[in-house]
């Protein structure tokens, strides 16, 4: 048996809108993996985890507030580990099944704490996904919420382009979650998104070998048709019957200039993680950015005549 098929964990690390909740769906459609809505319980541990250090290299947090007052930083992480762990523990329980598996799309943010917590308690699933799409996606979960989680919101304040501050993030994130792996080669498994959405069951079936476990194309078919509980996650999955690649290569619509400094950004992360970078076309000189603009809006000035001549005038004055 294989470090990975001995765990009683399963967790999905992946930026936020890499498919995390796809593959949560599919994780919780096998007979013996529960894998419940977005939890929330490992970042909030990677939240209670972090800390800061003082000019002098003094950690301030709660690792080292405990350990002054006698607690070492084992027993802290054990009693954490366990108060984390004996949720999902008790989900599979009455879900009547032997293993349990978490994913929360921000948890990605807390790696080094998630790493001090689970170490190899767990098996990993690392999803990556194109950096241009996350970001689109990113983009498109903040238009929904109507406001940018704290996470996201410290690269939106240091990057005012939007895009440029959610491809930064998933830049740090893609980077951070290869490392990762690569630390615990026998308890992670790579598993990109392109792939999964092409070739679900093929795609399944390796990661389930990955996690001793076997996979029936039929979990597939019972994942999206399934009425589980609703929970906190992609709310268009919920909307989905089957799975398709209609949201790959999203960010090829995107204009230009910010191909180009979306490319600056995630072409060096792309290459790492196997994706072609995206080819710049050379900057558009500033003349012809100006001429397109200004036919743009000569564009608006004549829908907007158009709208006009179609309106109803007033009514005729009534013959004396």
Not at 49 to 61: C, F, P, Q
């Amino acid at each position: 048996m294989g470090k990975a098929e001995s765990t009683e964990g399963i967790l999905v690390l992946g930026p936020p809108r890499s498919g995390t909740t796809l593959l949560r769906r599919l994780l919780d459609a096998h007979p013996r993996i529960a894998c419940p809505p977005e939890t929330n319980v490992f970042a909030a541990c990677g939240r209670f985890l972090r800390s800061e250090k003082t000019a002098d290299g003094v950690g301030i947090g709660v690792l080292e507030g405990l350990e002054y007052a006698g607690f070492s930083r084992e027993d802290v992480l054990s009693r954490l580990r366990e108060l984390a762990f004996s949720f999902h523990r008790e989900y599979a329980s009455r879900q009547g099944k032997a293993r349990w598996a978490a994913k929360t799309a921000f948890d990605a943010f807390y790696l080094p704490e998630i790493e001090a917590l689970c170490g190899d308690r767990c098996a990993y699933v690392c999803l990556e996904r194109h950096g241009l799409d996350v970001a689109c996606s990113i983009q498109e979960l903040c238009e929904k919420n109507g406001a940018y989680l704290r996470e996201l919101h410290d690269y939106v304040v240091r990057y005012p382009a939007v895009l440029e501050a959610f491809a930064h993030a998933w830049a740090d994130l893609a980077r951070g979650i290869r490392a990762f792996a690569a630390s615990h080669p026998e308890h992670s498994f790579l598993l990109r998104y392109e792939d999964l959405v092409a070739e679900p069951d093929a795609t399944m079936q390796k990661l389930m070998g990955f996690l001793g476990e076997s996979w029936d194309p039929e979990f597939t078919s019972k994942a999206l048709s399934s009425r589980e509980t609703v929970g906190l996650g992609d709310w268009k999955t919920y909307g989905r019957s089957s799975i398709d690649a209609s949201s790959v290569g999203r960010w090829k619509k995107l204009p230009r200039y910010t191909l180009a400094r979306l490319a600056e950004i995630c072409n060096p992360v792309l290459e790492l993680c196997g994706y072609e970078p995206v080819r710049v076309e050379p900057e558009e000189p500033p003349e012809a950015a100006r001429r397109r603009y200004q036919v743009g809006l000569l564009l608006q000035r004549l829908k907007g005549a158009g709208r006009k001549d179609r309106e109803p005038g007033p009514e005729p004055a009534p013959e004396e």
